[in-house]
């Protein structure tokens, strides 16, 4: 069974410049979350979806960070424009809805975002 | 709030050593517990977890055991390997997993 895909794996930008995450949920995983984790810290969650539907992104900056999950299945978060502050690494997660595993996450490889 | 307390590293033990790693929470209502591990380069994976109080879970050596009357759930391995060298965190999650909250973790070196 294939993992949680995340894509770039890393990326270096320059500050006020967009970027965009790209992740694929585990096949049959309802929820996918976004997380944010800063060096040393243990993941923060930004936005967990439920199918295309964004339950809660209380912790999302939403003035400059938007996500997508259309069709249920594949998810984009972008920054625009990207602040120094942003440098961290941005995890994606997926888990079943329901079952004896549902409250388990599997994470993906994440993206190391590096602003300058 | 619910929150995670983990201890601090970094952990430095030797081969054959056994290791323990703490962790306390505090929650309101009644919380699963984990522990995922983070090797080097890569996303967090789960180790093991525990849904309710007195469960113990285990997997490669490791174990946990949900301790409700000292909200904790401490990690422990007899004898470690240089190969289980990465970054242990301990979280909890209420209800349908709306809520995953992680310690800061606590980075583990095994020398050979």
């Known amino acids: 069974e294939a993992g949680v895909v995340q894509s770039p794996r890393y990326k270096i930008i320059e500050k006020k410049q967009p970027v965009a995450f790209w992740c694929n949920p585990i096949s049959g995983h309802n929820t996918l979350y976004w997380y944010r984790q800063n060096l040393g810290q243990g993941p923060e969650l930004l936005i967990r979806y439920e199918n295309e539907e964004a339950v809660d992104d209380s912790q999302l900056p939403k003035d400059r960070f938007s996500a997508e999950r259309l069709k249920g299945v594949d998810s984009t978060l972008k920054i625009q424009p990207a602040e120094l502050g942003d440098s961290a690494v941005y995890l994606c997660?997926?888990?079943?809805?329901?079952?004896?595993?549902?409250?388990?996450?599997?994470f993906g490889p994440g993206t190391r975002l590096t602003v300058l | 709030g619910n929150s995670v307390t983990q201890m601090e590293g970094p952990v430095t033990l030797s081969e054959e050593a056994f290791l323990t790693i703490n962790c306390t929470y505090t929650a309101t209502g009644y919380p699963s517990l984990f522990w995922y591990v983070q090797y080097p380069g890569e996303g967090l994976q789960l180790l093991l977890k525990a849904t309710k109080a007195d469960d113990k879970g285990s997997n490669k050596g490791f174990e946990a055991t949900y301790r409700k009357e000292t909200t904790s759930f401490h990690l422990e391995k007899g004898s470690v390997q240089v190969s289980d060298s990465a970054v242990y965190f301990c979280a909890l999650s209420l209800y349908n997993n709306n809520d995953m909250r992680f310690g800061a973790g606590t980075r583990l070196t095994v020398k050979p």
């Open positions: 997660a997926s888990s079943l809805a329901e079952g004896p595993s549902y409250n388990e996450q599997f």
